[in-house]
């Protein structure tokens, strides 16, 4: 992972409270410049627990912004949200709505972003060939020392400071954009399963099950109850200088 070191100051604190939240959880100037810590938390699979747990983590970190990457194209949202609907892709540029008037919905994953207390979201809806322009532009537009990132298929085209797959303990279907990612992957974390060693063991089989070959190597392996060891990891990566970031 790359980045730069900016020479620390005291910087001026605002007068907005949220603005002053920013501040004071950069821990670095360079968060503040246009160079957020980026945390991407992808999953093997659908409804496995991705949309959680960025929740989680943006209660953890108030003021950051967060990125909902969705496959396909929004072919029309009509005056009323709750019509929003994903179809077959078309067009030739990737779609990005940011902003609570433009992506909240009840019940939807942004509206979901938005209660948990995120700064901003960004709903970006790309087709396979447009994901790296979409993250690109959306990543243009965060303001927020920090940024979260839920999806696989970013992982190709930008480097996180840290990475999470969402997965359970039984493990179940992986997705192809999943499998390409995995060696990017910092940490697991174990949606809806108790914590103890039998947890983990039981991940750590089914991925080295020659049948599945998943790569596995020394990863923490979090679990619900050990959330809290999660957010303390990241905020301490947060506080330290854009490049100067390592594995747990």
Not at 123 to 141: P, S
Not at 220 to 248: D, Q
Request: aromatic letters at 8%; hydrophobic letters at 35%.
């Amino acid at each position: 992972m790359t980045g730069f070191f900016v020479e620390a100051h005291t910087p001026e604190m605002p007068d907005d409270p949220a603005e002053f939240g920013r501040h004071m959880n950069s821990g670095c100037p360079s968060r503040l410049a246009g160079n957020p810590f980026t945390v991407v938390v992808g999953g093997f699979s659908s409804e496995v627990g991705k949309t959680t747990l960025v929740c989680e983590l943006l209660r953890a970190f108030p003021g950051w912004e967060a990125i909902k990457v969705t496959r396909g194209h929004h072919r029309s949202r009509g005056k009323n949200p709750q019509m929003w609907r994903v179809g077959h892709p078309r067009g030739d540029e990737p779609l990005i709505y940011s902003g609570r008037e433009e992506n909240y919905a009840a019940g939807k994953d942004t509206a979901r972003f938005w209660d948990a207390g995120a700064s901003n979201v960004h709903w970006v809806i790309v087709t396979d060939g447009q994901v790296n322009e979409g993250i690109r532009h959306a990543l243009e537009r965060v303001r927020s020392p920090g940024i979260l990132i839920e999806g696989n298929s970013v992982l190709r085209f930008i480097d996180a400071d840290f990475t999470v797959m969402v997965t359970r303990s039984q493990g179940g279907k992986i997705k192809p954009t999943a499998r390409r990612t995995l060696e990017k992957a910092n940490a697991f974390y174990l949606s809806g399963d108790p914590d103890g060693p039998e947890t983990r063991e039981r991940f750590i089989a089914w991925c080295r099950n020659p049948l599945r070959r998943i790569p596995i190597g020394n990863q923490p392996i979090y679990t619900r109850e050990k959330l809290p060891e999660l957010i303390e990891f990241l905020r301490r990566e947060f506080s330290k200088p854009k490049g100067k970031t390592c594995h747990p």
